[in-house]
């Protein structure tokens, strides 16, 4: 399978628990996006990292988040001290410079927080 | 605020007919132009893309762009059972602003 991977595709957690989430994008591609849905929301944007470096990160991002991508392959996406209205779907899409920028998206992380 | 609008739905069509999804979006800088279709507990999967004004095809699918009226459409021919799904628009800011924006999707019934 050479499409975007997530792990874990589910996570129960106890609020004020930490959680990390982690996406292996497409090989060849050096953008990598983080995006949060909610039922009967669209995504909404995160973060996103061009290589290593995270170019952007959104007000939605509170501090208990925290993204990295080290080597500009896969990345970490980390929520601390999780809280009940993290429950939600984390994405992962990445795409190609030069490409049009097309993302392609993960079958994401589902976050239930008890 | 950036917007992606797009009518929730469901948008009910029978079997073989036409489905027609649509979208605005207040950026005018706004450059390129995505549909994705998401299936009930799946993730967004890429179905179209379109960057200039006009109709792009492909295969059963038609998108269509007018940036005057930043109106970008979706049309399904001879839409099928498995087309049911809730169908996204999204739209990238331009520029180096890559993220991108999305609407809350229609929900397209196709009754057999």
């Known amino acids: 399978d050479t499409g975007v991977s997530q792990d874990p595709r589910h996570k129960i957690t106890k609020r004020g628990q930490n959680v990390t989430f982690r996406c292996d994008p497409i090989?060849?591609?050096?953008?990598l996006y983080w995006y949060r849905q909610t039922l009967g929301q669209g995504p909404e944007f995160l973060t996103y990292f061009q290589n290593e470096a995270q170019l952007e990160k959104s007000r939605l991002l509170s501090d208990r988040f925290s993204a990295e991508r080290p080597k500009g392959s896969f990345s970490t996406l980390e929520i601390q001290r999780t809280e009940q209205g993290d429950s939600a779907m984390y994405l992962c899409?990445?795409?190609?410079?030069?490409?049009?920028?097309?993302?392609?998206f993960g079958p994401g992380t589902r976050l239930t927080v008890l | 605020q950036k917007e992606v609008e797009q009518n929730s739905g469901p948008l009910s069509v029978p079997e073989g007919a036409i489905a027609s999804l649509n979208c605005t979006y207040s950026?005018?800088?706004?450059?390129?132009f995505f549909w994705y279709r998401q299936y009930s507990g799946k993730s967004p999967e890429l179905i179209m893309f379109?960057?200039?004004?006009g109709d792009k095809e492909d295969g059963r699918f038609t998108a269509q762009l007018n940036k005057a009226s930043q109106y970008v459409s979706l049309l399904i021919r001879d839409s099928q059972p498995s087309d049911s799904a809730t169908y996204l628009c999204?739209?990238?800011?331009?520029?180096?602003?890559?993220?991108?924006?999305f609407g809350k999707g229609t929900l397209l019934t196709v009754n057999p």
């Open positions: 090989s060849e591609h050096n953008r």
């Open positions: 899409a990445s795409s190609l410079e030069g490409s049009g920028d097309t993302q392609y």
């Open positions: 999204a739209v990238n800011g331009g520029g180096s602003n890559y993220k991108l924006t």
């Open positions: 950026d005018r800088g706004s450059q390129s």
């Open positions: 379109i960057y200039s004004n």
